[in-house]
T-cell receptor, first 113, second 117 residues
Framework: GDSVTQMEGPVTLSEEAFLTINCTYTATGYPSLFWYVQYPGEGLQLLLKATKADDKGSNKGFEATYRKETTSFHLEKGSVQVSDSAVYFC????????????FGTGTSLTVIP | GAVVSQHPSWVICKSGTSVKIECRSLDFQATTMFWYRQFPKQSLMLMATSNEGSKATYEQGVEKDKFLINHASLTLSTLTVTSAHPEDSSFYICSHLLAGNQYNEQFFGPGTRLTVL
């Protein structure tokens, strides 16, 4: 079945450091891929998404490219800020057959000044 | 963007009581709604899917008599945890599906933290 494997955390970075959170998926066909962010005490917010191979999703300085050849959707940011501290979830959905999301286990990021 | 609200955001109750959580989409209509449960430091676990006009579909292992879901309208879904016990303490998150194109998008509520004493 469909699944998402996410880099385990927690991740601790200094402000302005480069961030990569790895995400790989297992799925048939052409799923849509998402990154969600969850700030402390809050629900999930969509950070970015990509709906087909080679698409690049971007938002708030974060980027992720849909790589079908490596079944990956790694999240990157060139210079993190303290306010980026949160839990990041990678997810996939098969838009044509299901409305169900499959989430990774989440990666906790802490950015220190 | 589309906004989903949840109420209450935090509730503490005694063991054996029932708790109702409301989930509203504020500026769109949703024919499909989802309820998730999240344990500390874990990912979201889908509990059930609710489509307008039909009964909720529960995931394997989720007790439908304990977690009552009502798809009251196109903008409101409720989850009632009946006879709550300490093991039901968790973070409950709803999402509403914004339908309309091939890439239907879910919008999540901010979550409700339930603590059962």
């Amino acid at each position: 079945g469909d699944s998402v494997t996410q880099m385990e955390g927690p991740v601790t970075l200094s402000e302005e450091a480069f961030l990569t959170i790895n995400c790989t998926y297992t799925a048939t066909g052409y799923p849509s891929l998402f990154w969600y962010v969850q700030y402390p005490g809050e629900g999930l917010q969509l950070l970015l998404k990509a709906t087909k191979a080679d698409d690049k999703g971007s938002n708030k300085g974060f980027e992720a490219t849909y790589r079908k050849e490596t079944t990956s959707f790694h999240l990157e940011k060139g210079s993190v800020q303290v306010s980026d501290s949160a839990v990041y979830f990678c997810a996939l959905r098969q838009p044509l057959t299901s409305n169900q999301f499959y989430f990774g286990t989440g990666t906790s990021l802490t950015v220190i000044p | 963007g589309a906004v989903v609200s949840q109420h209450p955001s935090w509730v503490i109750c005694k063991s054996g009581t029932s708790v109702k959580i409301e989930c509203r989409s504020l500026d769109f209509q949703a024919t499909t709604m989802f309820w998730y449960r999240q344990f500390p430091k874990q990912s979201l676990m889908l509990m059930a899917t609710s489509n307008e006009g039909s009964k909720a579909t529960y995931e394997q292992g989720v007790e439908k008599d304990k977690f009552l879901i009502n798809h009251a309208s196109l903008t409101l879904s409720t989850l009632t945890v009946t006879s709550a016990h300490p093991e039901d303490s968790s973070f409950y998150i709803c999402s509403h599906l914004l339908a309309g194109n091939q890439y239907n998008e879910q919008f999540f509520g901010p979550g409700t933290r339930l603590t059962v004493l």
